[in-house]
Structure formats: structure tokens, C-alpha cells
């Protein structure tokens, strides 16, 4: 079929079977209406797909990329995360200051693990009742 062709695109394409993959690829492009870079000569869609890489009018890089992006079905977009806003202080900061609470008067009760565990095992379950 194309065996001069697929020589010649061998010390382009160090490997065959992503040869293979790239030409098929680029010849689904080409019956979809992708333009072409050389004369067709009365070739079918995959001997021109080997002539373009043999003559390096298309990119093998780029079509590998190509072929990637077109074989994934879900792309992950990295999004930034939320950052964490500061408050900022409003106009009326003396009406806000008579309303706000002084965070550092708060306290939290501090409990052990022992404390804890002893709490739990004094617990009862509820009764069942069946009447629900």
C-alpha cells in the first residue's frame, strides 16, 4: 500500500504503532473536513496522512496532543481554591463596637479523653418503643 510512505516517516515517528495511531488519527481528520498540507494525488485519506508526516507539514507533537484531547471524556479544570476573606470594618465601627463581643473573653471547656469515654459508657440508650 504506502511501504515507501511509512519508511519515510519512520525517523520522524521513532515508533510504529504510535505511527499507526498518529496517521489514523490524522486521516479521521482529514474525512472530517481538516484541511490538507499536500497535494492529495489521487490518495486515499490514510496515504496522505503518511505523506504529511513524511514531509513533516503537520506537527507529530501536535497531533499527538491532538489525539489525547480528542480520546479523554473528562478534563480536570484546576480551579483556586476559596480563599478566606478578612471583615472589614464597617463605616459605623462605634455602633458596631457596642454590639460586638469580645472573643477574647470566650472560654471552651476543655475535656480529656477519659472524661469523655467515662460520659459515654454512663449513657443509657432510650427504651424502643414499638409504637412507632
Sequence with gaps: ???VTVEDCIDKVENRFEL??????????????????????NDK???????????????????????IHS???YVEVDEPEA???PLVPSSNSSATQVNAVDDSA????????EDLLRGLEGLVPPERNDDI
Design 106 to 113: 470566650v472560654e471552651f471547656d476543655r475535656m480529656s479523653e
Design 71 to 73: 480520546l479523554q471524556k
Design 45 to 67: 485519506n490514510p496515504v496522505v496522512a503518511l505523506r504529511e508526516i513524511a514531509e513533516q507539514t503537520v506537527s507529530p507533537e501536535d497531533m499527538k496532543e491532538d489525539l
Design 83 to 85: 480563599e478566606t476573606v
Design 1 to 3: 500500500m504506502a511501504r
Design 20 to 41: 499507526v495511531l498518529l496517521a489514523a488519527h490524522r486521516a479521521r481528520m482529514i474525512s472530517s473536513g481538516s484541511p490538507l498540507t499536500v497535494d492529495r494525488d
